[in-house]
């Protein structure tokens, strides 16, 4: 690539008791086989800087962006931090951002909220990723920790959450059915158009910030629903480690019961119809109920 | 009431293969926390800007010759007036790699070329002896990182004297400051030291993590006599498995230390040192 890209954002970031605010702009570009990227220069540059010189230089505009309110995460994190109790938060982030990039003449604006929670209840620990800000699985998944019991076999027959089969979606490419869910731009600027996944180079780029070195990658996966959920089966709704292959560790819920189990999930026995949810996984994820 | 912090960086990350640049990135910014509430943007601070390019020339003539995959990062900082300027190398070779610095740099990549080519044995249940300063490691994660979490203290040998300070360090301007290593420097003091007939010795780790909910130190070792395996234990299983030690700390040939996603370059030193089987 020779073309330039260019991104100008600014984040509102709740991070374990602090709130920060960052606003920057960047630039990158490939040239004769070498990445480069660093801030761009849209801005004054001072010799050194103090107080005034920050407060004159944060009232510049970064373009057109648009001003970010933080009373949305400040709302949410008072929502989840009272939700989960009584269960002790070892890491919660929140983020609303908005930015704008360009590239090959091309201009385009995203906004995006993401939470990471991590929820223990010794010696267990639910993980939590989301694209929303979605308190109703925060509270499902809080309520079924605090029942949790002592580890179990993993059922026969077992369903996967959506945000839990959103984690392993990555890890089933080329072993489950599954296409890029058309919608939006790449990395570069591209459309991103609904396409079968399959073993050849994913047609797009993935670029998850300026300073990172795009590469080609299958964007916003969705497997394709086939088979039928059993709505009786005990259910997997959250995630207790990161997805190892296809090795999930999970908190199921089984009536009554709740227990943690490791369960093998190389074979997908069906995929629900229900409309999926996109989740911050890989190069983007779409959740939707499984069975295995 | 509590005086707002400035914190304000520039740094120049370059990544070389087999003497080539591929990747080349400068950032800079500055934030500014009042209280509970940080503002960041990336302002360019000029005198830091050219502290770090100086420091990245100095370190591109060292690297010029490493036939490896070769990352190198700069960072010029002012933390409340205080300015520093640390020059990082992580030299890989055939997936494995060491951390150091533009002194050891040349040093280090010849240990790192000698050890590449090593022959391992299968891997038994053995004691350890952990060369080059590589107990660093498992010291790091099973006491540094464990204060770091405030968790309940454990008995380790009486011979053994961990420095570890906890400062407020941070990655990036857009990062929240926290309690993170600014070196780990293990002595010993009159240990025992028998070694082992049988033994696996550790010469490079690849990474390491501590779990403060269920207290597991995870030590995953890259270079053996046994070849690359991993430890799995709790701490009191660990320092009840340190056995001896000898001789003065030995510079670990780094250590990149991940919390929070913020990795910060800590320095680490440790004594050859023996614990009974952890595999």
């Known amino acids: ?292 | 009431m509590i005086a707002p912090s400035t914190f304000a960086i520039a740094s120049r990350d370059e990544l070389w293969i087999r003497g080539a640049l591929s990747e080349s990135r400068l950032m800079h910014g500055h934030a500014r926390q009042h209280g509970q509430t940080i503002a960041a943007s990336d302002a360019r601070d000029e005198r830091l800007v050219v502290a770090c390019n100086q420091a990245i020339e100095d370190a591109r003539a060292t690297i010029a010759a490493l036939d490896a995959r070769v990352r190198v990062v700069a960072r010029a900082t002012r933390e409340d007036d205080v300015e520093s300027v640390e020059t990082t190398i992580t030299i890989s070779i055939g997936g494995v790699s060491l951390v150091t610095t533009p002194a050891d740099a040349i040093a280090d990549y010849e240990l790192l070329r000698s050890l590449s080519g090593s022959k391992p044995t299968s891997l038994r249940s053995l004691p350890i002896v952990w060369q080059n300063g590589s107990a660093a490691v498992l010291l790091h994660e099973a006491i540094g990182h464990a204060r770091e979490h405030d968790t309940k203290p454990v008995a380790w040998p009486e011979w053994l004297s961990v420095d570890a300070p906890l400062v407020s360090r941070r990655e990036t301007f857009r990062d929240v400051p926290l309690p993170r290593m600014k070196h780990l420097i293990a002595t010993q003091t009159g240990a025992p030291f028998v070694l082992p007939d049988e033994r696996i010795e550790v010469q490079l780790v690849a990474g390491g993590s501590y779990d403060p909910v269920t207290d597991v130190v995870t030590v995953n070792v890259a270079v053996s006599t046994a070849g690359p395996f991993t430890i799995q234990r709790t701490r009191t299983e660990i320092a009840a498995a340190i056995s001896g030690a000898a001789g003065d700390p030995i510079r670990y040939p780094g250590v990149i230390c991940s919390r929070e996603g913020q990795e910060l370059y800590v320095a680490s030193h440790a004594p050859v040192m023996i614990t009974d089987a952890l595999t």
């Open chain 1, 1 to 292: 690539m020779s073309e330039t890209y260019r991104k100008w954002g600014r984040v509102v970031r709740y991070e374990n008791g602090v709130t920060v605010r960052v606003e920057e702009a960047g630039e990158a570009s490939e040239i004769d086989e070498v990445f480069r990227a660093q801030p761009a220069q849209t801005r004054v540059s001072v010799p050194h800087l103090d107080a005034r010189d920050v407060d004159a230089y944060m009232a510049q505009t970064l373009l057109s962006v648009p001003h970010l309110d933080a009373r949305d995460v400040d709302a949410y994190v008072a929502q989840t931090l009272l939700s989960v109790r009584p269960l002790t938060i070892e890491r919660l982030i929140v983020s609303a951002g908005i930015a704008k990039h360009e590239t090959n003449g091309i201009t385009w604006s995203e906004e995006s909220q993401r939470v990471h929670l991590a929820l223990i209840k010794p010696p267990l620990r639910v993980l939590i990723d989301l694209a929303s800000f979605d308190i109703a699985i925060i509270e499902t998944i809080a309520a079924a920790l605090v029942r949790a019991g002592d580890e179990r076999e993993p059922p026969e027959r077992i369903r996967l959450a959506p945000n839990v089969s959103a984690a392993l979606l990555p890890s089933l490419v080329g072993e489950l059915a599954m296409e890029q869910a058309g919608g939006g731009l790449d990395g570069k600027g591209q459309p991103v158009e609904t396409r079968a996944v399959t073993s050849d180079p994913p047609p797009n780029w993935y670029r998850p910030g300026y300073a990172i070195r795009p590469v080609r990658a299958w964007l916003n996966l969705r497997a394709l629903p086939f088979g039928s959920i059993d709505a009786g089966a005990p259910i997997a709704v959250a995630l207790l480690a990161p997805v190892e292959g296809t090795t999930l560790r999970v908190l199921c819920v089984d009536g009554d019961d709740v227990f943690p189990a490791t369960v093998d999930a190389a074979h997908i026995a069906a995929v629900s119809r229900d409309t999926p949810t996109w989740y911050p996984y890989a190069a983007g994820s779409f959740g939707a109920e499984m069975m295995l």
